[in-house]
Structure formats: structure tokens, C-alpha cells
């Protein structure tokens, strides 16, 4: 029996999932994969957990309710082989995750921002060998950077993708699709818990856009955030508003789109926020699609990724459903944290 | 530089393109990878060369105009770590396969039929641990197989699988979709190289079949070939015919075919041959579908699967693209191969 160390950065939705899903599965784990997954920190941003022996199940159990240790700790102490699995939104994980690398631990990304930030960054976590997984970063459980990652290493030409990368704009364009007007789209879209609590989080692309840029990296490409060209869904000029005037002016935007999805309409077209990277350029807008396209058949807050390549050229590969939710988020980071299992 | 050796049994389409990838990579491999992937043997039906040290390139590019030797000579004779590659379509290689894995050696596959016997064979080549690979024995190099271990693996609950496992059966329904008789769409096809030289290969569903066993077995079901219930496209009274007298009386299924899909249509239906997998029930059959369902949207020889499970019940994972051909095939080879690699 192989013991398999774990510091978890990030308990909120996924992660609690993902810590429920691991205690759950530990006897079949042990069992199938001769591994035992042993907790030794658990942090969230204020608080954390951390015994390098690990902690009984119990204990996790009774965690955020206990003591209080510093995250940057755990790296440094605890005994290889580990994984450190970092599930937050927080742009400040970057040292940790390149410390556990330097140490020789393996690093399980669903958090985005260490991707996403500058181009050295991304490079840096990549120069420690094939330790770090981030399959969720894109699509959630959906197999999309793993069967990017296959068709890259066994010699394919990948010369462009596109994707449908955000289920709350996905929900907007088909709600907007079916005759509701924008600013009523983005109310229901709030309302169900798809939005952010600032729904302009996701209405800026600023998420799509993050996808892209890791899609975009790893196609080889040198990018750096502002090459993304991101077309937002409201003008520039809302961003100064707080949450609550903005929400009492989207209305003002309603007749934009509703004379955007007529004129699309008219020619069996609709509208979807669609990511665009080939080789010169990364862009992420509002496009015009025939109804009968891929992209055009997506409904609801799915999630869709084309890869176009030399060998799937004629008939790309298409992959789609939902890309976001704390359990198919999970389990994705669960599957990476199989894959190392299976390596060490 | 770690050594891996190779034995390779099937050197028609898929495998040639397999060996050519394999020493135009080389170099890469050996960087990226650090490994060194050395080819000890390389099999046909007919003949094969075995050398345990391994052959140049030079060497490989001669055969088949070399040496003959008897491929079951391979497994006992090569050096660990190897692994043994079959790209045949022969029922005949289960005991080298298993020689394989019982010395200790990897298995790869992209031969269906070791996988699609009876369930006994199946289960034992499952019996050596996580030593057998074989993603391509359905969609190719689509990531079915991949995606379904990840889904089992991490806990999920995979109630139901459909699938258009056919690109050519899919070819002739979007054809008799668009007005064109059934006779014609096989002839068709078959000028394309779509189908076999026999058309009853593909019109009976034996190898949807095949596929079809192998999703089931992985879902954990028992079943036998036998078990599997296929619709044939033809009456079994032509299964007595020549190929020849075959082509000469499919004019005579039009006006079946011509009904089915007219009815079809009348409200928006179409027709495709699909797979369909639960807990209870495995069967193949013309099914009709929504125009605008995920099937119905499907055109020519394309792929597609449908996963339902607990955590993808409302909205399943779909995943489409061109399921055969040689070069996609041999990439998904070459990918198992890579996740040989990285483990061994």
C-alpha cells in the first residue's frame, strides 16, 4: 500500500466535494489502485489544518472549526510523494504550487489564475516534468485538456479550436434565442445561481477568457492576458457602476440584442459567446452561427470544444455538455488525482 | 533513458501508420518522454521479424520482405519493460495477450475482438491489473474509453450509454435521409471504401456489436455476444448469398427503407443506428430520432456517444468526430502508448 499525501487549498463548493468524494472512496481506492490518500492539510483562505502524519476522518470532518496554520507551512514539511490540490478561485496560490513542484510533489489544479496570469508563470509550472494536472481548468469534467494534451504529444497539428467555455452565457444566448429580452436573460440567469453575485464577472468574458488563454498556451502559443480580445456583453462605461445600478441598467441594453437576434434569425443564424484560437489570433465574442451548426444546436448553459486539426480536419472533434458545478468539477480533479495514483 | 520495448502484431493499415508515427516521433519521445521506444518484433498475419535486442529503422522499413518467424516466439524471449501492440482483427492473438500480462508485459489494443469474446476472456485480460489499454477499440481516437473509466473510476454511476458507433452505417442513414435509396447509399459506400468488400460486415452490426459488448463488460455487465440483441439491415435469408448476389437484391429493401424513413420525417423524425446500453438491456438497432436531437444533428460517417450517468443525468456528456480511419486510430495507439510510458 502506496500512502499518497494531500494538502487541499480552497473548501468551498468543489472542495467540499472533492474531500467528501475522496473519504467516500478511500476503501475502493485502496483496492483498485493499492493507494491510501492520506489528508495532511486542509486550508481554506482563512484558516487551515496541517499534521504531516495526516488526519483521521474525524478530524477532517470536524475542519473549519479548528485550529489555525499557515498554508505555506505544509509545503515544506510534509513527506513525498504528495499532492497539492489547489480548488480556490484566489490568484495567490502561484508560490505554493511552484515550492510543491521544487520539492518534487505534484500539483492538481482546478483554480484557473495560476494558468492565467502571465506567461512566465505558466511556463515556470511547467518546467517540473509532467507533475502538474489541471483538467478542470477547462470544461470542468468534460475530457477536454487531457484529449488536448494526447493530440498535441502524439504528433497532431491542433490549428484551431473553438468553445462555448461559460454555461451562464450559454443559458443568456439561448434564453435571448427563445424571445426573452438580455436584461430578464441575466435576472433568471442570477437567480438560479448561474451568475456570479456581480453578474458582470461573467458578463466580461474575463472566465471565458481565462480558458482561452490556457487553451492558447498550451497550443504553444507566447500570449500574454491582454492578447486575449474579449468582446464584454455590456459597454465599458457600466464597470463603474455597483452591483445594484448595474442591475438597474442592463435593461437599457435590451434592444441591442434584440435587434442582434432578430437580424441572425432572419437568416436561420443565432448568437453564442464563442472562443476563437488559431495560430495569430485568440478572440472571445459574440458570434453569428447557423442554427443547424454545431454551435447553433448547443442549448442551455452546455458547454461545447471543437478541435480542429490535421487529422480531424474535414470532421472536427467535438466534445460537449455541462463545463461547470461543484460535483462534475470534483470529480475531474479526482480523476487527475487517479492518474497520479496510477504513476507513483 | 529508459528502454521500452515493443512487439507489434498487425501491420496493415492502422499499423503502418502506427510504426511510422512511432519513428517520426522518435526523437521527441525520447526528449519529452525520456524514453526509448525500441521495436523487438513486428508481425502479420503471414510473417514477422523478432530480434529481442531490437531493430533499426532501416531493418523495420524492409519488412515485410524479411525473415519469417512465429510471433508466440515474441512474448517469452523480450525484455521487460514491453509492451505488446495488436492492430489485427484476428480472434486469434488472446494467447499472446495474455502470455503478455501474466510475464509482466503492457497490452495495447486496438483489435476489438480479444475484448469482444466471450466474457470469460475478457475478464481474464482485466485480471493483470491496470496492464491493458485499448481506447481505440471504440470512436478510434475519440476519448470514449478514457472518459469512461474516469467516470466509473471516480465514482460516478453510468446508467446509460447511446451510441452511432458506425461511421459507415452513419453515412448511409444521413444518405437515405437526403432522398437517396438505400441500394444506392450502400453502393455508394462501398465505392468509397466505406465498407468492407462484403457489406454485410458492417450492414449486420456485427462490429457495432463488438463495440457495443466492450462499453457493456466495462459498465460491469455480463454479457455474451449472444446477449447483445442486433437489428441487421438486411433479411437473414441474403446471409446464404454471394457477395455478389447480395448487391444484386438490395433494390429490393428500397421501398422498406424509402417507408421507414417517409414515416420518419412526417414528424420530424430521421433514423440512425444506435447503440443502446443500461443497466438491463444491450441493443442495436434503427432507431428513430429527433431531427433536432443530439443524433439526429449527427451527419455522415461521424461518431457519437451519449453518456448518461448521476452526475451528467439532465444534460448527458456527448462526444463526436470521426470514429475510424487509419491515422486517427493509430494516433489513439500511440496515445495509450504515451500513457505506458509515463507510469512504466
Redesign the interface.
Known amino acids: 500500500m502506496r500512502k499518497i499525501n494531500l494538502i487541499h487549498l480552497g473548501i468551498g463548493n468543489v472542495g467540499k466535494a472533492l474531500v467528501r ?1 475522496i473519504l ?2 478511500r476503501k ?1 481506492l485502496k483496492e ?1 489502485f493499492g493507494a491510501d490518500l492520506n489528508y495532511c492539510g486542509l486550508f481554506n483562505s482563512k484558516s487551515g489544518i496541517f499534521d504531516r502524519r495526516g488526519f483521521s476522518i474525524k478530524q477532517l470532518k470536524q475542519f473549519p472549526a479548528d485550529s489555525r496554520v499557515e498554508a505555506k507551512l505544509a509545503v515544506d514539511e510534509v513527506p513525498l510523494p504528495f499532492i497539492l490540490i489547489d480548488t480556490t478561485a484566489s490568484d495567490k496560490t502561484f508560490p505554493l504550487l511552484e515550492k510543491a513542484l521544487q520539492k518534487g510533489g505534484y500539483v492538481v489544479l482546478s483554480n484557473k489564475r495560476p494558468l492565467a496570469g502571465s506567461n512566465e508563470q505558466f511556463k515556470k509550472l511547467h518546467s517540473f516534468g ?1 507533475r502538474l494536472f489541471y483538467e478542470t481548468t477547462v470544461g470542468a ?3 477536454v485538456i ?2 488536448l494534451k ?2 498535441l ?4 497539428d491542433v490549428s484551431e479550436i473553438y468553445g462555448c467555455f461559460s454555461g451562464t452565457l450559454g443559458f443568456i444566448c439561448s434564453s435571448i434565442e427563445d424571445g426573452v429580452s438580455f436584461s430578464e436573460s441575466v435576472r433568471q440567469a442570477r437567480k438560479m445561481g448561474y451568475t456570479e453575485f456581480d453578474p458582470r464577472e461573467d458578463l466580461s468574458g474575463a472566465d471565458v477568457g481565462r480558458k482561452t488563454l490556457i487553451l492558447a498556451r498550451m497550443m504553444g502559443m507566447d500570449v500574454e492576458p491582454d492578447d486575449i480580445k474579449i468582446q464584454k456583453l455590456y459597454p465599458t462605461s457600466y464597470d463603474g457602476y455597483t452591483v445594484e445600478q448595474f442591475m438597474q441598467n442592463i435593461d437599457k441594453l435590451d434592444k441591442e440584442y434584440q435587434d442582434k437576434i432578430r437580424k441572425a434569425k432572419k437568416r436561420e443564424n443565432t448568437l453564442r459567446f464563442i472562443a476563437k484560437i488559431s495560430q495569430n489570433i485568440c478572440k472571445v465574442r459574440l458570434t453569428k452561427v447557423a442554427q ?1 451548426s ?1 454551435f447553433g ?1 448547443l442549448k ?3 458547454n461545447m470544444i471543437i478541435f480542429k486539426t490535421k ?2 480536419s474535414d ?8 463545463g461547470a458545478g461543484s ?2 468539477t470534483a ?2 480533479v ?2 487527475d488525482i ?1 492518474t497520479i495514483v ?2 507513483v
Open positions: 468524494m467516500e472512496n475502493e483498485h509532467n469534467g468534460l475530457p487531457r484529449t494526447t493530440l504529444a502524439t504528433g497532431d443547424n454545431n444546436s442551455g448553459p452546455d487529422r480531424y470532421r472536427p472533434m467535438v466534445i460537449k455538455g455541462p460535483e462534475v470529480a475531474g479526482l480523476g487517479l496510477r504513476v
